[in-house]
Nanobody, 124 residues
């Protein structure tokens, strides 16, 4: 069983930056995939980024590529999402997710474990 706790959300002006953290309790094995998703009001949850715990291979949604960076700190069992050049359309609740296997899938159903989410609001 894995528990995920996000932090780092907040209010920022357009063009600003935020760094989200996801602390995982329990043992994260090298076979795990970690992901970030977001959900804006009235919209479905959408993929943002994912990273393979072993090897660090990453993938990004087209809407955030070049602005967001996902990374992990194995020693701290923590995954980060560095968000730069933020836009009002990035406003959403951001969720950390985990899957106990190496996957390339980017839909919510591909992930088994979820955090409670952290609010990110970007003002224009």
């Amino acid at each position: 069983q894995v528990q995920l706790v996000e932090s780092g959300g907040g209010l920022v002006q357009a063009g600003g930056s935020l760094r989200l953290s996801c602390a995982a309790s329990g043992r994260i094995l090298s076979s795990y995939t970690m992901g970030w998703f977001r959900q804006a009001p009235g919209k479905e949850r959408e993929f943002v980024a994912r990273i393979w715990w072993s090897g660090g291979s990453t993938d990004y949604a087209a809407s955030v590529k070049g602005r967001f960076t996902i990374a992990r700190d194995s020693a701290k069992n923590t995954v980060f999402l560095q968000m730069n050049s933020l836009k009002p359309e990035d406003t959403a609740i951001y969720y950390c997710a985990a899957r106990s296997s190496v996957i390339s899938g980017t839909t919510p159903k591909d992930f088994d474990y979820w955090g409670q989410g952290t609010q990110v609001t970007v003002s224009s």
